[in-house]
């Protein structure tokens, strides 16, 4: 085992708070409160599947299968994929097991020195490049070939290359976009914000006006997810910077930053409810579910989650691109997430996997994954937004809008740290809570801005250096 890779597994072992997503990641299926995943797949052709037969392959073997799609539709649209794949092949025998996205993250990087890991799994995209840069999972260009590489969008497959080699297998994307609810912006006569200072402005509005029971904008700060770097990361990309520099060392002392770290201390501070300086990402995104938080940043997962606890507020949720710092900016994606599937190299039956990957591909068990949690997923293979049967949904036809915005915004952004193409380093930057304690002690410990965010600048590259 290399150097670099003891020296990542002990730091893992430390390690125990994992990557909350997204969802929106963060979100859900039918989002109940409960946990926010992302996933899943697309469709190879029935060509494929026949010409192996054709060939005599028979696929066998044990295969354990790690995902996070941890709620009903999804789980149940990936469970019937799996049952059809293994009826298939009656030779393969497919288990499978769930796990949030911080449990999964923690369970591979603490089993990977004994080998505790899948066959097969879904990653989040820095994940992905941990994984790549400790060689656990394995180059699929081949199967991607075999899918038609054309076929896939450009940006993903590029998001998961490092040194030529692509690692891993596009499922879905989405992007974070700013949400709002209509009839509040009506009721204080405002106009959707397209700039920090406007959504400041509209936020604290809202929150005089409706005397604690809606709040402007919560901001989660908790310590046990990514959410206060993911804020922070919004505000500082379209101050047209970054997180990372060029040669890959943390930035949290640039001006920009430090005034996004003030933004988002005066934003909570004045439109957030104090408990959100614990919050995780299935916190803050049941806020906006239940009507409780008026502006809120996430993906097409939002919609499910308002359809299934405030189906009542359906009418009036909407979005909009990200904020801009100076008006009349160009108002662009800043965080997408690509959500993969990886093959892993300790494997004994990556054949198998990877068929199961083409498998997932076919258009009846691909569109159905993507309709369990409609305009939450879109298609990894651009030509699928054009089926009849993926357009048809009736979810899909109402926010015909809103998941054109946030297509435009998948075509924009990269996963944060991403900007300059996929690093270890961001990954750490994400994983380690360390913009979240900065937060809190800015914000408990009335710490000045500028010390703790140097403070916690100098603890990244610290974590950086076991990397190199």
Same mark, same amino acid.
């Given at each position: ?76 649209? &990936? ?8 009826? +298939? ?63 896939? +969008? ?51 509005? &809202? ?20 959410? +206060? ?137 691909? &569109? ?75 914000? &408990? ?24």
């Amino acid at each position: 085992m290399k150097k670099k890779t003891k020296q990542y597994l002990t730091m893992a072992l430390a390690i125990t708070m994992g990557v909350g997503l997204l969802q929106g990641c963060k979100n859900n299926d039918t989002p109940k409160p409960t946990n926010p995943s992302e996933v899943q797949t697309e469709g190879s052709s029935k060509e494929t599947q026949s010409s192996r037969e054709e060939a005599d392959t028979k696929l066998s073997g044990d295969v354990t299968f790690w995902h996070s799609f941890s709620q009903g539709p999804r789980l149940e649209t &990936i469970q019937k994929a799996a049952d059809a794949f293994t009826e +298939a092949n009656p030779d393969v025998h497919m288990t499978i097991e769930t796990f949030s996205w911080a449990d999964f993250y923690t369970k591979w990087t603490t089993g990977l020195a004994s080998k505790n890991v899948p066959d097969l799994s879904t990653a989040l995209p820095n994940h992905v490049v941990e994984m790549i840069d400790v060689e656990a999972i394995k180059p699929l260009d081949d199967l991607i070939d075999r899918i038609g590489r054309d076929r896939f +969008a450009k940006a993903p497959l590029e998001e998961m290359t490092v040194d030529g080699k692509c690692y891993a297998v596009p499922l879905y994307s989405h992007a974070q976009v700013m949400w709002y609810r209509k009839d509040l912006l009506e009721k204080y006569d405002l106009e959707v914000p397209t700039t920090w200072d406007e959504l400041y402005d509209a936020a604290t509005k &809202i929150t005089k006006g409706e005397n604690g029971a809606v709040y402007g904008c919560s901001v989660p700060l908790g310590t046990n997810d990514m959410m +206060a770097t993911r804020y922070l990361n919004f505000y500082v990309r379209t101050a047209g910077s970054r997180l990372l520099n060029d040669d890959n060392t943390a930035n949290l002392t640039s001006p920009e930053v430090i005034d996004g770290i003030n933004y988002w201390v005066k934003m909570y501070k004045e439109n957030s409810p104090k408990d959100s300086i614990n919050f995780n990402v299935l916190d803050q995104a049941t806020m906006y579910y239940n009507g409780t938080n008026a502006f809120d940043f996430n993906s097409g997962f939002h919609i499910g989650g308002v359809q299934t606890n405030s189906p009542d507020l359906l009418d009036q949720i909407s979005c909009a691109p990200m904020p801009t710092v100076k008006k009349g900016d160009e108002q662009k994606g800043v965080e997408t997430s690509n959500i993969p599937m990886v093959v892993w190299e300790s494997s004994d039956t990556q054949d198998v996997s990877e068929a199961f990957i083409e498998f997932m591909y076919q258009p009846e068990y691909y &569109i159905p994954f993507l309709r369990s949690v409609p305009v939450g997923m879109l298609p990894a293979l651009p030509e699928i937004a054009e089926e009849k049967e993926f357009l048809e949904d009736e979810t899909i036809k109402k926010f015909q809008r809103e998941m054109e915005v946030i297509s435009k915004a998948v075509g924009e952004g990269t996963a944060i740290g991403y900007e300059n193409g996929p690093v270890p380093e961001a990954g750490l930057l994400i994983s380690q809570g360390i913009i979240e304690n900065m937060f809190q002690d800015i914000i &408990i410990n009335d710490v000045p801005v500028e010390e703790a965010a140097k403070a916690a600048e100098d603890k990244l590259n610290e974590q950086f250096k076991s990397l190199s």
